[in-house]
């Protein structure tokens, strides 16, 4: 294995007892796949470097890991990615992750992929299936955090890992919707809310789609 990020070292070391042999196997099999590829620590997470791009993070939660790549469906799509950040779903134990030849043939494809000069897809216009033309791509803003959701994020580090890795348009959708409350009470609420699902590395708007399929 190359050098090793000590920050990582200390992340793995600091995580649940279930997450830490996941994580150090995720951590085994990038290396084993991709030997070029650096640690780093960003936005609170383990990341995988590769020819100066992001190759892959990994994350530990209160119940779960998560991984995933970079160029995301590009490498691969297993149809979980509204479970848990990356495109594994949520990972509890060793055996939800496939077998070390096929995560390491898709560390493979991904650095192959950079190599490419293959960028992440484009996110499609609501509801048109199409990618937004370059000329109507906009930065999307995200408006300051209520009072309320900032102090609770400052109290749990695990919550604001997750939030400060979201896109903007999904960190966005919880600040609206915490903002929107017009009663302490209904903010409050949302605040916790919204810290049980970040505490599952979920987006907001995953759980608002899936309760209205359901409904």
Same mark, same amino acid.
């Given at each position: $294995?190359?050098?090793?990020?000590?920050?990582?070292?200390?992340?793995?070391?600091? !995580?649940?007892?279930?997450?830490?042999?996941? &994580?150090?196997?995720?951590?085994?099999? *990038?290396?084993?796949?991709?030997?070029?590829?650096?640690?780093?620590?960003? #936005?609170?997470?383990?990341?995988?470097?590769?020819? @100066?791009?992001?190759?892959?993070? $990994?994350?530990?939660?209160? %119940?779960?890991? +998560?991984?995933?790549?970079? &160029?995301?469906?590009?490498?691969? =799509?297993?149809?979980?990615?509204?479970?848990? $950040?990356?495109?594994? @779903?949520?990972?509890?134990?060793? =055996? =939800? &992750?496939?077998?070390? /030849?096929?995560?390491?043939?898709?560390?493979?494809? !991904?650095?192959?992929?950079?190599? /490419?000069?293959?960028?992440?897809?484009?996110?499609?216009?609501?509801?048109?299936?199409?990618?937004?033309?370059?000329?109507?791509?906009?930065? *999307?803003?995200?408006?300051?955090?209520?009072?309320?959701?900032?102090?609770? &994020?400052?109290? =749990?580090?695990?919550?604001?890992?997750?939030?400060?890795?979201?896109?903007?348009?999904?960190?966005?959708?919880?600040?609206? #919707?915490? +903002?929107?409350?017009?009663?302490?009470?209904?903010?409050?609420?949302?605040? %916790?809310?919204?810290?049980? #699902?970040?505490?599952?590395?979920?987006?907001?708007? @995953?759980?608002?789609?899936?309760?209205?399929?359901?409904?």
């Amino acid at each position: $294995m190359p050098p090793t990020e000590r920050r990582v070292d200390a992340y793995i070391a600091a !995580a649940q007892p279930f997450a830490q042999p996941i &994580l150090a196997r995720l951590r085994e099999d *990038v290396h084993a796949a991709c030997p070029e590829a650096a640690e780093a620590i960003k #936005w609170s997470m383990p990341f995988f470097v590769y020819g @100066g791009r992001n190759l892959a993070h $990994m994350a530990a939660f209160r %119940a779960h890991c +998560a991984f995933g790549f970079e &160029l995301g469906r590009a490498v691969v =799509d297993l149809g979980r990615e509204a479970q848990a $950040m990356g495109q594994f @779903g949520r990972i509890t134990k060793l =055996d =939800d &992750l496939p077998s070390r /030849a096929e995560l390491r043939r898709l560390v493979r494809k !991904a650095a192959a992929l950079i190599d /490419a000069g293959q960028r992440a897809p484009r996110a499609p216009k609501s509801g048109s299936g199409e990618s937004t033309p370059p000329a109507a791509k906009r930065a *999307v803003h995200v408006p300051p955090l209520p009072a309320a959701f900032a102090e609770a &994020l400052a109290h =749990d580090a695990g919550a604001r890992r997750v939030f400060d890795a979201l896109a903007p348009s999904h960190r966005r959708d919880y600040v609206e #919707w915490i +903002a929107e409350a017009k009663r302490d009470q209904t903010r409050a609420r949302r605040v %916790a809310q919204a810290l049980a #699902w970040l505490a599952e590395g979920k987006r907001r708007n @995953g759980q608002y789609e899936r309760a209205r399929a359901a409904a």
